[in-house]
T-cell receptor, first 112, second 114 residues
Framework: QKEVEQNSGPLSVPEGAIASLNCTYS??????FFWYRQYSGKSPELIMS????GDKEDGRFTAQLNKASQYVSLLIRDSQPSDSATYLC????????????FGAGTILRVKS | GAGVSQSPSNKVTEKGKDVELRCDPI?????LYWYRQSLGQGLEFLIY????????KSGLPSDRFSAERTGGSVSTLTIQRTQQEDSAVYLC????????????FGPGTRLTVL
């Protein structure tokens, strides 16, 4: 089992809809969770971090963390074509020190 | 301020040649990371430097790969006797310190081994 798993997609949503991206991880003692956005041919950029169970909102983005179920999700409200990108889930876990373990990413396509 | 910079942006080499990739982290960032991203894949950790501590080399795929960081700033990733499977985008990231969670990525070096 991979440490961090994501559905590769593509996930297609119409403009204005809510996009829901999911990620599961295997290490129960993982501490920190991140969502990076990566446009084609560009480097990843951090959009959300979450450390505690529950929801964390930042503008149109909401990160949700459930440590008991070992999943973290990202909701994008009012999706825009400019949100079309690959979304990478990353986990920092005690076993791996300060390294981030990345999932393979989910491709999101927002259709206008 | 200036972000993480990497050079070259693109490198095409022949199988068996050595290559050097350079990373210049954000000024004041003590932690520096190298990752590799193959086409359509996530990021694969390679090596991590923190200050003057011994680097964490646990992600280096073979002894053909090595990296150094001089003066706690600029880092060079060296790949000896390149193979076609080394073709990927090599990304460097830096963070303020070991406890800092936010890693800032450079634009990457796209390596193509013919």
């Amino acid at each position: 089992q991979k440490e961090v798993e994501q559905n590769s997609g593509p996930l297609s949503v119409p403009e204005g809809a809510i996009a829901s991206l999911n990620c599961t991880y295997s290490d129960r003692v993982s501490q920190s969770f991140f969502w990076y956005r990566q446009y084609s041919g560009k480097s990843p950029e951090l959009i959300m971090s979450i450390y505690s169970n529950g929801d964390k909102e930042d503008g149109r983005f909401t990160a949700q963390l459930n440590k008991a179920s070992q999943y973290v999700s990202l909701l994008i409200r009012d999706s825009q074509p400019s949100d079309s990108a690959t979304y990478l889930c990353a986990v920092k876990t005690a076993e791996y020190g300060n390294k981030l373990v990345f999932g393979a990413g989910t491709i999101l396509r927002v259709k206008s | 301020g200036a972000g993480v910079s990497q050079s070259p942006s693109n490198k095409v080499t022949e199988k068996g040649k050595d290559v050097e990739l350079r990373c210049d982290p954000i000024s004041g960032h003590t932690a520096l990371y190298w990752y590799r991203q193959s086409l359509g894949q996530g990021l694969e950790f390679l090596i991590y430097f923190q200050g003057n501590s011994a680097p964490d080399k646990s992600g280096l795929p073979s002894d053909r790969f090595s990296a150094e960081r001089t003066g706690g700033s600029v880092s060079t990733l060296t790949i000896q006797r390149t193979q076609q499977e080394d073709s990927a985008v090599y990304l460097c990231a830096s963070s303020l310190g070991p406890a800092a969670d936010t890693q800032y990525f450079g634009p990457g070096t796209r390596l193509t081994v013919l």
